[in-house]
């Protein structure tokens, strides 16, 4: 069977820090992209960034400057650094796994930004 697990979220006040991590099992995740998403209230999901089984990132346009990917396949867990965070940034952040043509969703942490 395989999770997914997201932690790290919290509140935190505009300009301050958060890391997320995402803990995978039942999967080889040594072998997977892995990924973050994220939907604000009332607003379509949407990509973070992605980190390949090599290493190889990729950010959407919400990750793009203030957020970096990175992995530990020892540890099975992705995470993500976020800095320098804006009341818009709040939203629930999604891990993902895609392991050839399958796909695998964690169930979110809530990240909230207060100006």
């Known amino acids: 069977q395989v999770q997914l697990v997201e932690s790290g979220g919290g509140l935190v006040q505009a300009g301050g820090s958060l890391r997320l991590s995402c803990a995978a099992s039942g999967i080889i995740f040594r072998f997977g992209v892995m990924a973050w998403h994220r939907q604000a209230p009332g607003k379509q999901r949407e990509l973070v960034a992605t980190?390949?089984?090599?290493?190889?990132?990729n950010y959407g346009d919400a990750g793009k400057g203030r957020f970096t990917i990175s992995r530990d396949n020892a540890k099975n867990t992705v995470y993500l650094q976020m800095n320098s965070l804006k009341p818009e940034d709040t939203a629930d952040y999604y891990c993902a796994a895609s392991m050839g043509d399958k796909n695998y969703w964690g169930k979110g942490t809530l990240v909230t930004v207060s100006s």
């Open positions: 980190i390949t089984s090599s290493g190889t990132t």
